[in-house]
């Protein structure tokens, strides 16, 4: 993620430790202080969505409509009508599929959840209809809930 490169030495600071948390299903969690930082996912090195919303610009972001809003929370892949309907902005520069990208929704602050392109940005525009995104990690889910305490 380059855009984190610019604040990775606030998220791990020079002097803290990051410790690894081996998990199921080829699942590593990597905390500073018992705060989840980032965590891994079969080779997949993805940023925890605490820290989506501490650094939101560092991020490629799509936005869903009002309409998706609570599907995204309970965990439903995206469709593509909710990411080219009246509300939802792609970005104007194609993002390939297979691209990690953060979910914000129409009217909220915060991004709702992580996931990864099923296509590109210019084939949901194009094709919109089918899954677009498929979901990753959004607020309320497991990873969201998780105590390393």
């Known amino acids: 993620y380059p855009g984190l490169e610019a604040v990775v030495d606030v998220i791990i600071p020079k002097k803290s430790q990051l410790v690894l948390h081996k998990c199921e299903d080829k699942i590593a ?4 202080d018992d705060n989840v930082v980032i965590y891994q996912q079969q080779d997949e090195v993805l ?15 799509v936005q869903v409509d009002r309409g998706a809003i609570k599907f995204v929370l309970s ?30 929704a129409e009217g909220k602050e915060n991004a709702l959840a992580i996931g ?3 296509m590109s940005t210019d084939e949901i525009k ?3 209809k ?7 990690h959004y607020l309320g ?3 969201w809930n998780l105590s390393l305490d």
């Open 75 to 104: 965990g439903a892949n995206i469709m593509c009508p909710g990411l080219t309907s009246k509300g939802a902005k792609l970005p104007q520069e194609n993002l390939p599929k297979g691209t990690i990208v953060i979910i914000n």
């Open 29 to 32: 969690l990597y905390s500073i």
């Open 126 to 128: 194009s094709i919109n």
């Open 116 to 118: 990864k392109l099923v």
């Open 47 to 61: 940023p925890f969505l605490k820290i989506v919303h501490k650094y939101p610009s560092c991020f490629q972001t």
């Open 141 to 143: 889910d497991g990873l």
């Open 130 to 136: 089918g899954i677009g995104i498929e979901l990753i």
